[in-house]
């Protein structure tokens, strides 16, 4: 059960996010072709009004204090346990798409805005949460032709071992990614946290504009090939970052960092057709690419 109080001269509102009978539980499943269920609570949200802790139905809603209001619905969207979800796209593993989610966002303006226009007879407003799944379908994988719309490519020292693992860990986890027409990509929720137990290894990054040594540096290579690709195939770019210093791998301006749980690099694919995203080291020359193929 969730509580929000605001008190204004002796009068209290309560929200109560009512659990028990009035519970609604719904299933979104991240991927049709995985049997993966993803579940939340959503409750009937219910508007109580109290004066000095004894039930007043006539008191105006106005007085509820919108900042309070408004950090309450903000810590409800994307608190620990908050209902919003980033989409992250399935992958192609040779027989069928596997993995996903759909993207979930409670929309915290209308919540606010919705408990602030009830009037003195009204007592209930429902959470304003919108969904949107992947597109992306096994077949869709059929009518891909392998045509390379956007390519990028760039060069790393390949005896800096640590940070040549770390674009290779992190590339891998990219490879035969598809997005289906209106799918978002996210490259922290693909590649996920980068720590020790996932073989992630200590090499050089930048940090408060300089350089040092730490946990999945060149990742940063990754995400910039990435992003070069992204540019070339004219996918739309939703979040891009620069570093705070030049890097030597590709030309100012034409990078993309990423630090996890902070920056992303995030683009959608709004054309009317599903891309898969192809990438590799090549060991030998010392490079990493990204294809994006229709």
Same mark, same amino acid.
């Given at each position: 059960?969730?509580?929000?109080?605001?008190?204004?001269?002796?009068?209290?509102?309560?929200?109560?996010?009512?659990?028990?009978?009035?519970?609604?539980?719904?299933?979104?499943?991240?991927?049709?072709? $995985? !049997?993966?269920? &993803?579940?939340?609570?959503?409750? +009937?949200?219910? /508007?109580?009004?109290?004066? @000095?802790?004894?039930? %007043?139905?006539?008191?105006?809603?106005?007085?509820?204090?919108?900042?309070?209001?408004?950090?309450?619905?903000?810590?409800?969207?994307?608190?620990?346990?908050?209902?919003?979800?980033?989409?992250?796209?399935?992958?192609?593993?040779?027989?069928?798409?596997?993995?996903?989610?759909?993207?979930?966002?409670?929309?915290?303006?209308?919540?606010?805005?919705?408990?602030?226009?009830?009037?003195?007879?009204?007592?209930?407003?429902?959470?304003?949460?919108?969904?949107?799944?992947?597109?992306?379908?096994?077949?869709?994988?059929?009518?891909?032709?392998?045509?390379?719309?956007?390519?990028?490519?760039?060069?790393?020292?390949?005896?800096?071992?640590?940070?040549? $693992? !770390?674009?290779? &860990?992190?590339?891998?986890?990219? +490879?035969?990614? /598809?997005?289906?027409?209106? @799918?978002?990509?996210? %490259?922290?929720?693909?590649?996920?946290?980068?720590?020790?137990?996932?073989?992630?290894?200590?090499?050089?990054?930048?940090?408060?504009?300089?350089?040092?040594?730490?946990?999945?540096?060149?990742?940063?290579?990754?995400?910039?090939?990435?992003?070069?690709?992204?540019?070339?195939?004219?996918?739309?770019?939703?979040?891009?970052?620069?570093?705070?210093?030049?890097?030597?791998?590709?030309?100012?301006?034409?990078?993309?960092?990423?630090?996890?749980?902070?920056?992303?690099?995030?683009?959608?694919?709004?054309?009317?057709?599903?891309?898969?995203?192809?990438?590799?080291?090549?060991?030998?020359?010392?490079?990493?690419?990204?294809?994006?193929?229709?």
């Amino acid at each position: 059960m969730k509580h929000f109080l605001a008190l204004m001269a002796f009068a209290s509102i309560c929200v109560l996010a009512a659990c028990g009978s009035g519970e609604e539980r719904v299933a979104a499943s991240v991927s049709t072709h $995985e !049997n993966v269920v &993803l579940e939340k609570t959503i409750p +009937d949200l219910s /508007v109580t009004v109290f004066l @000095d802790e004894e039930e %007043f139905d006539k008191l105006p809603v106005e007085l509820v204090n919108e900042d309070d209001l408004r950090k309450w619905a903000r810590d409800l969207a994307r608190g620990k346990d908050g209902f919003d979800q980033t989409m992250i796209p399935a992958k192609w593993n040779g027989q069928e798409l596997v993995g996903g989610q759909d993207q979930v966002t409670l929309d915290e303006q209308k919540l606010v805005e919705d408990i602030l226009s009830l009037s003195v007879w009204e007592r209930e407003v429902t959470l304003p949460i919108n969904r949107q799944a992947i597109s992306a379908r096994a077949e869709d994988i059929n009518n891909i032709e392998n045509k390379t719309i956007g390519h990028g490519r760039t060069s790393y020292n390949k005896s800096v071992s640590g940070r040549v $693992e !770390n674009i290779r &860990l992190s590339t891998e986890s990219v +490879d035969y990614v /598809v997005l289906g027409s209106g @799918d978002t990509f996210t %490259f922290n929720g693909i590649v996920g946290e980068r720590t020790k137990e996932r073989g992630y290894q200590v090499a050089s990054v930048i940090m408060d504009g300089d350089f040092t040594d730490g946990l999945g540096g060149g990742i940063c290579q990754t995400s910039t090939t990435l992003y070069n690709a992204v540019l070339d195939a004219g996918l739309t770019v939703l979040e891009r970052h620069p570093h705070s210093l030049p890097v030597g791998y590709v030309e100012e301006g034409m990078d993309a960092m990423v630090s996890w749980g902070s920056a992303d690099l995030r683009f959608r694919n709004d054309f009317d057709y599903p891309v898969v995203i192809r990438g590799g080291v090549d060991k030998e020359k010392g490079e990493v690419w990204f294809d994006i193929r229709k």
